[in-house]
């Protein structure tokens, strides 16, 4: 679909939708990047997977990369509270071995790869450099961590400065705590963090058709009556 087209359906569908809802959708959009984004590797639990989904949505990130070798995933709404809905999920799992092509395609696409890892890491959460480098943030499965593959590709391997006993934290809080403090060191920075205006159009229309019932029917009208089907 051209970006013409796009905008066309975009402003139809709108007509479906409150004004109070269209309003919320442009605030939420101006506050939404993609130049920071977390992927999950082999994650067992699907309610680590679903409250990381939570915390992306929560801190204006639209991108999650869910990589599936050996877990599948399914999410647990009771704890996603429908955060999925707002977020683009990319799912690699056709692959032999998926990590590696996650990792190559987000390379391609300007990022740093930065490994979580509780042991020989080579900076610290506060070290990360956000102004030089598109972010994409790396956490393992609980039991063990990332796998050999990651912490080979990352660009840097990177830990939480723990100070007690434990070692390490629950995936879904080590999100949580990467998500919140790169979100706001992003934010206060020059960078231009914001995403781009046709991709805020392909969020949009995204959006309306998750939020209003039978778009698809809606839009396939909408795009025969105007000659496009």
Known sequence: MDSFLKKEVIEYLSSFVTKERLEIFQKKIRKRSRYLTIVLEDVFQSR????AMRTADCFGLQDIHIIENKNKFVSDKNVSLGAGEWLSIFRH??????T????????????????TTPHKADITLEEVDIVNNKIAILFG???????YQSLNLADKKMNIEMHGFTESLNISVS???CCQYLSHKMRKSAVNWQIKKDEKNDIILSWLRKTIKSS????????????NL
């Open 48 to 51: 680590n997977i679903s409250a």
């Open 93 to 98: 799992n056709e692959e032999k071995n998926n």
């Open 100 to 115: 590696i092509t996650c990792i190559k395609n987000l390379k391609n696409q300007g990022y740093q790869i930065i490994a």
């Open 141 to 147: 499965t609980e039991l063990t961590g990332l796998s």
């Open 175 to 177: 999100a949580a705590i």
């Open 216 to 227: 698809e029917k809606i839009e396939e009208r909408f795009l025969k009556k105007n000659g």
